[in-house]
């Protein structure tokens, strides 16, 4: 069984930056979403990559701030945020997709605790 650890959160005045990491361990991963969940609302797409070099998805709230680097190790993601608004506060998860569409967390398994981002103004 596949088990993901986030870390990475903090706390940051707004137009800063942050760099988020996703490790897994059990077996290979292959495919990764990070999703956000905000205090009283639903989890929210934020990104995916697949390893085999397509072009990451960014959900349009982050996309142009947001950034999933391409150096990632065979055990690791990241996600870098840049530009980040006090909007963009939530706990950040990683998990790993199974089949369907990319942007709804009920096709994803497994997910980890998540790493608290607080972004003030």
């Known amino acids: 069984q596949v088990q993901l650890v986030e870390s990475g959160g903090g706390l940051v005045q707004a137009g800063g930056s942050l760099r988020l990491s996703c490790t897994f361990s059990g077996r290979a991963v292959r495919s990764v979403g990070w999703f956000r969940q905000a205090p009283g609302k639903e989890r929210e797409f934020v990104a995916h990559?697949?390893?085999?070099?397509?072009?990451?998805f960014y959900a349009y709230t982050v996309k142009g701030r947001f950034a999933i680097p391409r150096d990632n190790a065979e055990n690791s993601v990241s996600l870098q945020m840049n530009s980040l608004k006090p909007e963009d506060t939530a706990v950040y998860s990683c998990d790993i997709f199974s089949d369907g569409s990319i942007y709804d967390a009920i096709n994803y398994g497994g997910w980890g605790k998540g790493t608290l981002v607080t972004v003030t103004k």
């Open positions: 990559i697949h390893w085999s070099g397509s072009p990451a």
